[in-house]
């Protein structure tokens, strides 16, 4: 049974719908005025694998991601570029997009941008206002009023200070920190965008635009609301509360948070312009070795970004495809044999996943049963064959070991194909050398390939290679 920790109760709290429920997700988007960083990645790998793993245990999911194309920075970043904002921001999705795609992450089933749901946004703001909600600002801003909705800072778990005489076991009052925030901006200057509105031209605030999207495209209920720790609040806590005030039936079940990557010491900032761009990793690592890297720490937990245990990681995933070389890896079986052994691995790959996403343990797996296969490879290749496909199946749920085996290898370790040619052309004619008693010639061979890195190994029909680690 699936697990999750849920941010609202602070408990791992059941997942236990129905199969043919629709899982409605929302994971904030991007801001798009720089280059995704790591931080980035951290969170939507981790929200890709969420999403695949529901689909592996037979949920239908929908996954909806916004991406926020107006705000200050946005403006402020494509005036320094002397670009159009539009120009601008949509040059930064096109980025993003190509950022994404070699990340191997699920496209969501709908990524909206904000200046598409003006109409949305202005829509749930009528209401707030309506409900007296929200207000207008002596300068023409709409704000939501925090005093009005009583369960504010349920989420992050801080205190309404408003509120504050209302609640008498209050301790610490100088940590609490709310205040009223805008809904809508008036126009100020003609130069920046802005839609018409009841309440003059402006545009929207931050937090109200995944408020009108998720009401958008969900209607009522969201089952899993996402993104990193840093929006918990008082981004979330402002999203919630917009929803429940919108409309008080208004479900969000489970609010998952992926922790800081934190960078010598510092967390991960703009400010501290200490931030490493997707873009830079990827020209030096491998994608799957970028998403093994992240889930070798849990997901909750801060990162301590170093680049060698990028190298570790790399490392490992070797040793994983090596194991897989020359075994078939989509064998079907359909007997029942060594049942018992298949299911060992397998259900601790389970356990570890139902476990609140338990990755770090999960991968641990995967380096336990490829250690197997190599232990058993030389003498039992048919059940090496099986456990190399279940192998790769557990891996996939994690978006990874979609490669075949050797292009990874040699994709890794800067092998051309020429080169590949070369071994396996080796490998046949030490083969057929063996075959017809021609040790010597054998003998050449297998030094020529230990020159190029290989080492054969030899079963009773056939032989093997593998790459000196
Ligand atoms: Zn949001």
């Not at 209302?166 to 100088?174: A, Q, R, T, Y």
């Not at 934190?262 to 501290?272: D, V, Y």
């Not at 790399?314 to 020359?326: A, D, H, T, V």
Request: include cysteine.
């Amino acid at each position: 049974m699936l697990k999750i920790f849920n941010t609202l109760t602070k408990k791992k709290e059941k997942f236990d719908f129905l199969f043919t429920e629709q899982i409605n997700i929302y994971v904030c988007g991007v801001t798009v005025y720089d280059l995704c960083h790591i931080g980035h990645a951290r969170t939507f790998i981790m929200f890709d694998i969420i999403i695949r793993y529901l689909k592996n245990l037979g949920y239908k999911t929908y996954y909806v991601r916004n991406i926020t194309d107006i705000d200050d920075k946005i403006i402020y970043k494509s005036k320094q570029k002397k670009e159009s904002i539009s120009f601008f921001s949509k040059r930064m999705i096109k980025l993003m997009n190509e950022d994404f795609l070699c990340l191997n992450l699920l496209r969501p089933n709908k990524e909206p941008r904000v200046t598409e749901c003006i109409s949305d946004i202005i829509f749930i703001i009528k209401i707030l206002l309506k409900k007296n909600h929200a207000y207008i600002s002596d300068n023409g801003d709409i704000l939501f009023s925090i005093c009005r909705y009583k369960n504010y800072g349920s989420l992050s778990h801080k205190i309404n200070n408003c509120c504050f005489y209302e609640n008498k076991n209050i301790n610490n009052l100088s940590s609490i920190y709310t205040k009223d925030f805008v809904l809508w901006k008036r126009s100020i200057d003609p130069n920046e965008p802005f839609w018409p509105s009841p309440w003059g031209s402006g545009r929207p605030g931050w937090h109200i635009e995944c408020s009108a999207i998720i009401n958008k495209f969900f209607k009522g209920k969201v089952n899993i609301h996402g993104g990193g720790v840093d929006l918990l609040f008082p981004h979330h806590e402002n999203e919630l509360a917009q929803l429940k005030s919108f409309k008080n039936d208004f479900i969000v079940q489970f609010w998952m948070h992926s922790g800081m990557v934190i960078i010598n010491n510092n967390k991960m900032s703009k400010s501290l312009s200490n931030t490493i761009s997707i873009r830079y990793l990827l020209k030096k690592y491998d994608s799957e070795v970028i998403r093994y890297y992240f889930l070798s720490t849990h997901y909750r937990h801060p990162l301590y970004f170093l680049e060698k245990n990028l190298c570790l990681s790399k490392n490992i995933l070797e040793k994983i495809y090596m194991s897989l070389l020359n075994c078939i890896t989509n064998f079907h079986v359909k007997t029942n044999y060594k049942i018992k052994l298949r299911n060992i691995f397998r259900n601790k790959f389970y356990d570890a996943m139902n476990d609140d996403f338990n990755t770090p343990k999960a991968c641990l797996i995967l380096q336990k049963l490829s250690r197997y296969i190599n232990k058993i490879k030389k003498n039992n290749i048919y059940l090496a064959n099986i456990l190399a496909t279940d192998l790769v199946k557990l891996g996939n749920i994690l978006g990874l070991l979609n490669y075949i085996p050797k292009d990874f290898l040699f994709k890794n370790k800067n092998i051309s194909f020429s080169q590949i040619n070369i071994i396996e052309i080796l490998v046949k004619l030490r083969n057929s050398y063996r075959i017809n008693k021609q040790w010597n010639l054998a003998d050449i061979a297998r030094k020529k390939l230990l020159t190029l890195g290989v080492i054969v190994e030899d079963n009773l029909n056939n032989s093997t290679y593998r790459f000196i680690n």
